[in-house]
């Protein structure tokens, strides 16, 4: 069996209330393959799966909860089968009883082990059958004090890839007259400089090919606008990794989206490569629509 030692299963499981579903959502924006309520008998085949796969197979969380009721008796026998022969981490979400209780009220929904009783009697039941899974978990996180963006940069941290980017930046030209792009998280104006559609020689060309490249970025004021443009993003993208905002569509505009947003585009995303954990991509909405 090839390439064994690099297949990696997670196991999420911990307290209701304590944010299992912000650490799943978490991993799947880093790539994993997440399975929400996963049953105890699912996880064998579930990690068979993953070893005979092809080393393209994403990574794989299970989430497996209280739901899951008498299933749920089963995971503590699983999970020490499955350790002998996979690289298997269970990973265990906790709270304060106080937390969960004041996350609960907040959505006004009952404890799923509360039955006839009352929040606490729920949480106490459900601390009771998920001790001895709580021991033998490799991380345990304490969410008592975390906010979901916190929660989620926490398990970002945890699971990220050494060189994933933390932020996405996707920088889009585009034509005005086309429309802005609905999805644009920044929005900037390149009008302010000379249109090369009035240059019989440049009018052909597009904002990939170099001399209207160099007649854009030669104008006065181009050079600064994206060198300022972009040390303006730089506490954006800051702020965005501390809220866990992982995608960010930043729009630059002109006319038909032909010369000069396209220019500007790719020199903006050279100067924001230079920034650590972002990663950037250029697409051309209205290239080629003229």
């Known amino acids: 069996m090839t390439d064994v030692e690099q297949k990696e299963v997670l196991i999420i499981t911990g307290m209701s209330g304590a944010g299992r579903s912000t650490a799943a959502d978490a991993l799947e924006d880093l790539g994993w393959y997440v399975v929400d309520n996963l049953p105890p008998q699912m996880l064998r085949p579930l990690v068979e799966l993953v070893e005979r796969a092809s080393s393209g197979l994403p990574k794989i969380a299970a989430v497996v909860d209280i739901r899951g009721r008498d299933f749920f008796d089963e995971i503590s026998e699983m999970i020490s089968v499955l350790r002998g022969g996979t690289e298997l981490r269970v990973v265990f979400l906790d709270a304060t009883d106080a937390a969960l209780v004041r996350r609960f009220e907040s959505v006004r929904r009952p404890h799923p082990l509360q039955a006839d009783g009352t929040l606490l009697d729920g949480i106490g039941e459900e601390r009771t059958r998920l001790g001895a899974i709580r021991e033998a978990s490799d991380i345990v996180i304490d969410t008592s004090e975390l906010n979901i963006h916190q929660l989620a940069m926490a398990v ?8 994933t980017a933390e932020v996405r930046v996707t920088i889009v030209s585009f034509g005005f007259k086309y429309g802005v792009p ?16 009035w240059d019989p020689a440049l009018r052909s060309q597009t904002g990939l090919d170099a001399p209207v490249r160099d007649f854009v970025l030669g104008q006065p004021g181009a050079r600064e606008f994206v060198e300022l443009y972009a040390a303006a993003l730089h506490p954006v993208l800051a702020g965005y990794r501390r809220e866990n905002k992982r995608h960010a569509t930043i729009a630059i ?38």
């Open 253 to 290: 505009g002109c006319t038909g989206g032909k010369h000069r947003s396209v220019a500007l585009a790719r020199e903006l995303a050279h100067e924001l490569e230079q920034i650590p954990g972002i990663g950037v991509s250029v697409k051309n909405r209205d290239l080629g629509r003229e």
């Open 156 to 163: 970002t941290e945890l699971f990220a890839e050494e060189g």
């Open 182 to 197: 609905a999805d644009a998280d920044h929005v900037a104006d390149a009008r302010f400089l000379p249109n090369p559609f």
